[in-house]
């Protein structure tokens, strides 16, 4: 049954072994904007920093206003991912969601996020769908897949989509190669999105053209539709109804 304002200790990771296609942004705007409604973790395991510095620049510019907690963990010198995955299902236990922002050269950690994850986002942008993953990672999705098919889901997530086009059937083509389902939403390519590096999510800065305003749209969608796969209530005012809550649990 779909939970009212619980989550349950869910673990939602956005993962690519690219650098550059909206992992640390796509997850600070989700933890942010989920903190309002939830007790949210940001977790930062990318030892680059930046979802962690976004996080403290939010601390520091909202003080007691801020619900999100942030924390980061490197897991350097682990040998093995159940290292990572075995923290990580211990760390949830005290949220009701932890958004896990991973690296993406350290193949061992993103590996160990994956195995605890209830949802895994894979950000895709023009003409770098292929390559996002070695095999090992793929092959890790489809096993996790099928040993949790009630708590698990991964979703290709098209970003910095130029939205004045249309997916070429060349795209379509390798998407569904990837056999990962694509998400409903994506996001387009919006200068907001640069802003709100700032420790802001894009709805909590002042849209000022129509671009921005379509990227607070996405990013509610995007979090509906992330409610939705997790099997929750929608928290967006613009979510669409909420009828379809009893649909199948979709899974890789
Ligand atoms: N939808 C988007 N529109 C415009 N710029 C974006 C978008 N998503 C990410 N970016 C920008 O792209 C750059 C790389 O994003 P980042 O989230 O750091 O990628 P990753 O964590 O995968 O390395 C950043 O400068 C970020 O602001
Ligand atoms: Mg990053």
Do not use: C
């Amino acid at each position: 049954m779909p939970k009212e304002n619980k989550a349950e200790g869910k673990i939602v990771t956005f993962v690519n072994q690219k650098g550059g296609v909206g992992k640390s942004t796509l997850t600070t705007n989700i933890a942010a904007i989920l903190s309002e409604k939830y007790k949210v973790l940001l977790l930062d395991t990318d030892n680059q920093g930046s979802s962690e510095d976004w996080g403290i620049a939010r601390i520091n510019k909202l003080e007691s206003a801020n619900k999100l907690r942030v924390f980061s963990k490197h897991y350097r010198g682990i040998k093995k991912a159940t290292e990572v995955s075995m923290d990580l299902a211990e760390i949830a236990a005290s949220y009701d969601i932890v958004i896990v922002d991973t690296p993406g050269r350290n193949e061992l950690v993103s590996l160990g996020v994956i195995a605890a994850a209830n949802l895994v986002i894979i950000p895709l942008t023009p003409g770098n769908f292929s390559f996002w993953s070695s095999e090992i990672t793929r092959e890790l999705i489809q096993k996790v897949a099928a040993a949790r098919p009630d708590d698990f889901a991964a979703r290709l997530l098209l970003n910095m989509r130029d939205k004045r086009k249309k997916i070429s059937k060349e795209a379509e083509l390798l998407l569904r190669e990837l056999e990962i389902p694509v998400m409903k939403t994506s996001t387009g390519h919006r200068n907001i999105f640069e802003s709100s590096s700032e420790g802001l999510s894009v709805l909590e800065i002042t849209a000022k053209t129509e671009s921005d305003k379509e990227a607070q749209r996405e990013i509610s969608e995007l979090i509906s539709e992330m409610e939705e796969i997790l099997g929750f209530k929608s928290m967006t005012k613009d979510a669409k109804s909420n009828t379809d809550k009893k649909q199948k649990k979709a899974t890789v």
